[in-house]
């Protein structure tokens, strides 16, 4: 990723929900152009997913687990093996909640592993954040918020803050030469810079100077908690377990239906929904039903298959 622009990839290792039969169980990489490499859950055979996609295990900096059933964390403890056959000696760090630390922390004892480098359980309870790397002044946070699942059960947010730059064509265009100057501000908006005067916006070339993902794990709706915390983000990975003629069966399981997906992106102002963690019961093209029953809502709908990638540029 590095080299190729400022920009964000997400792969779907896994789109599919506990029994994988035409779908894997939920994983998704991203990665940046600072090279920060963040998984978001981890369902069974996620190490071989990573490798068919040219991506090592060892290059993970941090495994993000929304709780501890299965279908998120199986993967797990083969995928710290193989970064340990790898040899691996830099820290990898595990956010989830406290039930799934415990779980992760005695898998590991259990089979008296040793990996050869250091685990560092990251308890996400409330709202809080982390720090991953930055690069050149850009910066990313990787943040959690309780969702509504039928136990203990936390969604991420990735939130990207972009260093303006300046591009040489659009300052040429303005009829500067390339700085470095000072811009003294002459009034809101308006700076004088070489002596001339300039629409600050002008000199700004990289917008939006922010973008951000969120990522639900499961949960039900209604869930205030999810809606106070995906507000205006650019990609929101929503589970979508089961179409609308199960709705009271998706609610008792604590999972939600494409249609209050794809109502909570509209209250929230999402920009792109992306619906995944689709019940094996739907074969196939049997699952562009849920994308259709979102899209009545919100047209800008994607459903997540098995190895699909999307790339975000601001
Ligand atoms: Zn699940
Ligand atoms: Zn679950």
Same mark, same amino acid.
Do not use: F, K, Q
């Given at each position: 990723m590095r080299g190729r622009g400022r920009r964000v990839e997400i792969l779907v290792l896994g789109s599919g929900g !506990? +029994?994988? &039969?035409v779908r894997r169980q939920p994983s998704i990489l991203v990665r940046d152009w600072m090279g920060n490499h963040v998984l978001l859950d981890a369902g069974e055979g996620v190490q071989m997913w990573l490798m068919k996609a040219g +991506? /090592?295990? /060892? &290059? %993970? *900096?941090i495994v993000a687990v929304t709780h501890p059933h299965g279908d998120h964390v199986n993967g797990l403890a083969g995928l710290l093996m193989t970064m340990s056959l790898e040899g691996r000696r830099r820290p990898l760090t595990i956010v989830s909640t406290r039930e799934t630390l415990e779980f992760v922390l005695e898998t590991l004892e259990a089979t008296e592993a040793r990996l050869g480098f250091k685990v560092e359980a990251l308890e996400a309870r409330g709202r809080s954040y982390t720090r991953l790397k930055s690069s050149g002044g850009d910066s990313v946070v990787l943040s959690w918020y309780p969702t509504c699942h039928s136990i203990e059960s936390v969604g991420f947010r990735l939130d990207w803050r972009l260093r303006p730059r300046i591009d040489p064509g659009r300052l040429a265009a303005l009829g500067l030469k390339p700085g470095p100057w000072i811009a003294r501000v002459v009034e809101e908006g308006e700076a004088l810079v070489e002596g001339r005067r300039v629409r600050l916006k002008d000199l700004a #070339?990289? %917008?939006?100077m922010s973008f951000s993902i969120a990522y639900t794990g499961d949960t039900m709706h209604p869930c205030p908690t999810i809606e106070e915390a995906v &507000? @205006?983000? *650019? +990609?929101l990975i929503h589970? !979508?377990? %089961? @179409?609308g003629e199960y709705v009271d069966e998706a609610r008792a399981r604590g999972h939600s239906t494409p249609l209050q997906a794809a109502g909570l992106a509209l209250k929230s102002g999402v920009r792109l929904l992306v619906l995944y963690?689709? #019940? @094996?019961?739907?074969?196939g093209f049997e699952a562009r039903k849920l994308l259709f029953e979102a899209r009545r809502v919100f047209p800008k709908t994607l459903l997540a298959w098995d190895g699909m990638r999307l790339l975000l540029s601001p």
């Open positions: !506990a +029994v994988p &039969r +991506v /090592s295990p /060892s &290059r %993970l *900096d #070339s990289t %917008l939006p &507000r @205006g983000v *650019d +990609v589970e !979508a377990t %089961l @179409g963690h689709v #019940s @094996g019961r739907y074969e």
